[in-house]
């Protein structure tokens, strides 16, 4: 009777003193994300390639760490991971939140834009996380959550950006198969698929056509605020998913139940 008293059921949202990753965590998502894990007691290793974005995000949050990297290159990866270690401690939690894309018809898209979508979006997360893998099962566990999308799962058009839902689909079955090889290792590898969030990818949205579109085809009929994202990433990061692995969740309102 004593422990049901006593129990909290927020206790366990907690990441006091946990080693967190944020990749692009110059702008947006990636931001709120390193701003979210901080207030939920974590040491925030911020990761990006503007890095006077990041020093003032990392003195707004004491404690924080900044290590300059572009996600395009397998060398600025394995440092910063190598970095992260040297400075703060092994990782026990990798948000792999950076990611590119941008509207344009499949006849007009290059094959560097799919090849730079593939290697930011997919390969970069795969490298992270076959890089953190080791010092989290030597942790007895970890988490890793892949910051995915809606268009992983259902089309974009008629905002046409082919090379972003290809990325994104592979970015959630990559979660499946890590989720599936380290989970009796204890490390869950799940998903967050948000839907249209302010960020720099929709910041071209911010007029009238653009949120009559919203309103018309979402069934909660506006755009997400940053914090409705607060309650999934903390349910991922933390011990909260220590039954859950290989999983997404979708915070869309609704688009993708349509």
Known sequence: MNQVLNH????????????????GASSGLGTHFARTLHAAGATVVLAARRVERLQALMHELPGS??????LNEAADRERLIA???RQVG????????????????VEEEDLETFRTAMEVNVTAIWHLSKLCAPYMKEAGGGNIVNIASMFGIVGSSPVKQAHYCAS????????RELGLQWARRNIKVNSLCPGWFPSEM????????SMNFLK????????????????????LASDACSFM???QIVVDGGWTAR
């Open 8 to 23: 909290d059921p927020l206790s366990v949202f907690r990441i006091d003193g946990r080693v967190a990753i944020v990749t």
């Open 65 to 70: 760490i900044v290590i300059a990297t572009d």
């Open 83 to 85: 970095e992260t270690v």
């Open 90 to 105: 092994p990782p026990r939690i990798l948000v792999n939140n950076a990611g590119v894309g941008h509207k344009v018809a």
């Open 168 to 175: 994104k689909g592979a970015v959630l079955n990559l979660t």
């Open 202 to 209: 929709t910041v071209a949205m911010d007029d009238e056509a």
């Open 216 to 235: 018309q085809n979402s069934p909660i009929p506006r755009m997400g605020e940053l914090q409705e994202l607060d309650g999934a990433l903390l349910l």
């Open 245 to 247: 692995t290989g999983q």
